[in-house]
């Protein structure tokens, strides 16, 4: 019902009256449809004379003082050099306004390129030192998202509810239970907490058309350990290859970087967030609801991590790439930074 409303929004819209109230420009047209589809909300494209911009509507509505921080965050970064789309603000200089019956925000559009786990390391590792260089940092609690585990009792309860109701997933589920619990261990309190971008994954960090990246959905900006935040990184985008994993600290470190990744706890980050993620695809897929309306959608989230999982080998090759330990045979590896191995 949700993606339904959002589909008739154009319909109910007047372009004009929508550019006006961020100071667009003239000659004002929206896109006939929804040109993205993401898990917060769908993005529109509207153009006018004087340029493009992404029109963002949300799912759920949220307030300006929600957003306050994550805008400001993404707002200093732009500045700071971080490519990243612009903010725009409404002419009283809110964030959000209502247009059609519908909250909406826009940003600067940019022409990026589908998500690619495969993007220039070196790329990568000077965009996050970038972002963790901005001066930009207000302190506060550290959402359970980011630092507590699913345990082993919830782990239970989702496997078993999962082979009850006969999940196509239900099996990986199971065969990865033992794993999942051990790699929860692994978890400790962030050491160091500044503002971070908190969503660092391929769909965020998208290859742009001129051979660059952009840095794109800020909203779930916060506190963190940049080098809890490193870490995922350096899974998504190196996963089983040491050479990348070595280019990416390699040149996160050359612009001067503040984070650091040696020893296992710096995962943690990214234990508690798969872990989360895997549990609310699980129980979407259970009960079906306006985040996930179908099954299937469901099934094809839990699955971009089950597919791929974050086993404590692969990541303890990892730490061993970017620490320059040793290979068991004892020389170093020599696998090159452009040759990403698909397992």
Partial sequence: MVLLAQMCWSGLVDAVDLARRFALGRAARLSDGPVARGRQGVVWRLETADGSWAVKVPFHQSGEDEVRLATVFQEAAYSAGVPTPQVRRTTEGGVFATVGGRQVRVYEWVDVKAPDPCLNP??????VAAIHRVPVTEPGPLHPWYREPVGA????????????????FA??????????VALESWIEPPQTLRTCHRDLWADNVLPTADGGVCVIDWENSGPADPS????????????????????????YQEAAGPAIVNRPGHFSMLIAQLGHIIEVAATDWLTPNARSPKRADSAAWIGEVLDEPHTRELLETLLAAVRGDATPSGQPSDTHAGDRAVP
């Fill in 122 to 127: 070196g790329l990568v590792g000077a965009v």
């Fill in 153 to 168: 009792d919830r782990w239970d309860q989702l496997v078993q509810q999962l082979v009850e109701a006969r999940a196509p």
């Fill in 171 to 180: 099996g990986q589920l199971a065969d990865l239970r033992d794993e999942l």
């Fill in 228 to 251: 809890q935040e490193l870490g995922c990184v350096l899974f998504e985008f190196a996963r089983v290859d040491p050479g990348r994993a070595r280019a990416l600290i390699d040149a």
